[in-house]
Every structure is written in C-alpha cells, then in structure tokens.
C-alpha cells in the first residue's frame, strides 16, 4: 500500500528523467541497489557533488585570467563530464560537450558563458535529487 | 573436494583516477560476486601485481603468487601512465601476460579501440560501463581460473582430469571470437532472467558456453 510520500517521490523520481535532469543510466544505478545496499545511488550522488566541487572550483580558476590555457580547461572539463556522465546527470553533461566545444574553438568568452550554464545545472540537479531521496526516505520509513 | 569457496571467487583489479567510476566499478563486479581491489593509477597497479618500475629489481616469485588477481580493468585516460601503457606493460610480463586486461574509454576513437585490441586486451568498454558488460567478462575470468585450478587437480589426481585441464587449456584458442559472441548472446538474454537471482555465481556458470566447456567447468566448480 503506497502511501503519500512515496507517491510524491515517485512523482519526483519520473520528473527527472521527463525534464530532462537524468538519462537513463540513472537508472542502471538504480539497478545496483539491493537490500544490503540500499542507497547506493544517494551514496554515488553524494560523492559525486564531493568530488566535483574540487573540479568546478579548479575551472574556475582557470578561468579567471589569461593567458588560458585551453588544452588544460578542455582536460578538466572531460574529467567532470565523465564523472557527471557516470551519475546520468545529462543537463549537466550537455552542458561540458558545449564548454569542450567552445575550448576547440578557443572561444574564452563561449567558454566563460558555458561555464555558468555547467554550474546552475550542476547545483539545480543537487536539489532536485536531495529532494527526492529525502522523499524516498520518508517514503520507505513508513513501509 | 578439499578447495575453498574464495578459490572459485573472481579477483578483480580496477584501475581508473575517477573516484565515481572506482565506485561504480566496484559495485557492478562485487554485485557479479567478484572481489575487487581499486587503484587510481597504473603505476599503484603495477605495485599491487607485484611489477616494479623497471629501475627497481622486480619483487620475487614467490610475493607475486599471494596476489591471484583473475581480470584488471583500466580506465585509458589517465594521467601518467595511460591505460594502454599499463596494458603494454602487462603483456612484457611474463609473471603477468595471462592475466585478461580489459580497457574503458569514455571516448568512442575507433583508433583507439583497435589499438588496444591489437596489444592483447580482451574487451574495450565505453564508458559508463554497465552491467551487462560485467557479464560479458565471466568466461575471460574463468580461462585463468580454470587454468589454476587444474594445475591443482592434476597435481592431486592422475588420469582423466590431466585430459581435461589440457583441453581446457586449449579451449580458449579456438576462435575466441565466435564464443565471445555466442556468450554475449546468451548473457545478454539471461542477464534480464537473472537480475534478481541471489545465487548469482550459479546463474554466471549457466551462461558458459559452448557446451563442450560448460561440463568441464560445472565439474571443477563443484564445490
């Protein structure tokens, strides 16, 4: 018997993938969870938004003055789209391939731009998924 | 029979700097029922397979035997030594050459991938790997442990299973190509019948084939 919560994490859950947050191996993480690990996908999440502070924090820097050194943003940014690619964070990742793009091109101000698009999906997609596996978590509690 | 139940577990060694991926890779081969041990570089694996720099002298047989590892799976974009460097590396070592190497790319470079291939790795996954590509990789794993386990069975026994451990050994040769393909077919329709089956070794064994193979391997995996 579902009860409100769960229904609303549900509603969370299929959200993500409608608009557009998540891709489908979101899912394939979801099929990693088990009874002795039940929150594997909370836990890769997390350690996601971890690691990639570092990296973000990094372009940024990179970013600040010149002269930029493009071959060196476009090295960080592929490490940040693997590790976004790997969670099946897909705005976000739509998001480094236009960066990269812009880096081939040496467009600093494409760059700088794109940039800003990476961070606001980067931290719109940590509060739809917090939401959400808060959701889920009160949800199961009452099962 | 007198073996452990860890002899007939897969070792796995996954090498990659991301730490999501060492994550993720983790969970999909100890989810396959494999232990894992994670590095984030080639040259840490190298040190873990019991290869040093080629300055140092190399640690003794002996130390190189405690560490069974059955599959290593690398990341190719890394800094320092690449995934192909340590591939290359694996392949000179005599202690090491049989040991399935399996490289990841979140890169799709046809290039790339043919080189890797040609060097002697078995497979090549895009990145993010899943986990029907785990399932693809049990026969690669099963080669060598068969091959040591057999070893063992025949210093024990005399007749018949010196037969088989020889066939065995010459099982892999024989156009590895078609019996990867065949497996992968078979995996990819059994991986969906088996995602919630508990017993999950017993369900890997059932994916062996061909079928000349499946009843040399259930009979040395009986436990």
Redesign the interface.
């Known amino acids: 018997m579902e009860n409100q919560k769960q229904r609303q994490a549900a509603y969370l859950r299929r959200s993500l993938f409608d608009q557009g947050y998540v891709d489908d191996?979101f899912i394939?993480?979801e099929?990693?969870q088990?009874d002795a690990?039940p929150n594997?996908v909370e836990?890769?999440v997390n350690?996601?938004y971890t690691?990639s502070a570092r990296l973000i924090r990094n372009i940024e820097l990179a970013l600040e003055n010149g002269p930029y050194d493009f071959t060196r943003l476009d090295n960080m940014m592929?490490?940040f789209?693997?590790?976004s690619?790997?969670?099946?964070a897909k705005r976000v990742k739509r998001q480094c391939c236009q960066f990269q793009e812009y880096c081939i091109a040496k467009n600093i101000e494409g760059c700088k731009n794109t940039f800003q698009g990476v961070k606001q999906e980067h931290a719109t997609l940590k509060t739809k998924l917090e939401s959400y596996f808060q959701m889920a978590r009160e949800g199961s509690l009452y099962v | 029979m007198g073996m452990a139940a860890a002899d007939l577990q897969f070792h796995v060694l996954a090498v990659d700097d991301?730490?999501?991926?060492r994550?993720?890779i983790e969970?999909?081969f100890r989810?396959s029922s494999c232990q894992v041990t994670t590095v984030d570089s080639g040259s840490k694996a190298l040190e873990f397979l019991g290869l040093q720099d080629q300055n140092q002298p190399c640690v003794s047989p002996s130390n190189q035997q405690e560490v069974e590892v059955n599959l290593i799976i690398t990341d190719y974009?890394m800094p320092g030594m690449t995934g192909y460097d340590l591939l290359k590396k694996i392949k000179e070592s005599s202690s090491l050459r049989n040991i399935p190497v399996v490289i990841m790319s979140?890169e799709n470079v046809p290039s790339r991938i043919s080189r890797c291939l040609e060097e002697g790795a078995e497979e090549f996954f895009l990145?993010?790997v899943?986990?029907s590509d785990v399932n693809k990789l049990r026969p690669h794993m099963m080669k060598t442990k068969c091959k040591s386990l057999s070893q063992q069975e025949a210093e024990k026994m005399v007749t018949e299973p010196k037969q088989e451990s020889i066939e065995i050994a010459n099982v892999p040769s024989q156009a590895p190509q078609t019996q990867s393909e065949t497996v992968q077919q078979q995996q990819k329709s059994q991986a969906n019948n088996n995602?919630n089956n508990n017993n999950k070794r017993k369900a890997m064994e059932e994916n062996l084939s061909p079928d000349r193979t499946r009843q040399r391997y259930s009979s040395l995996t009986a436990v």
Do not use: A, M, T, W
Request: with cysteine.
């Open positions: 191996q394939h993480l099929e990693l088990d690990n594997f836990e890769v350690l996601f690691d592929y490490q789209k693997g590790s690619s790997s969670i099946g | 991301s730490l999501i991926d994550k993720l969970r999909l989810i974009c979140s990145k993010p899943r986990l995602n």
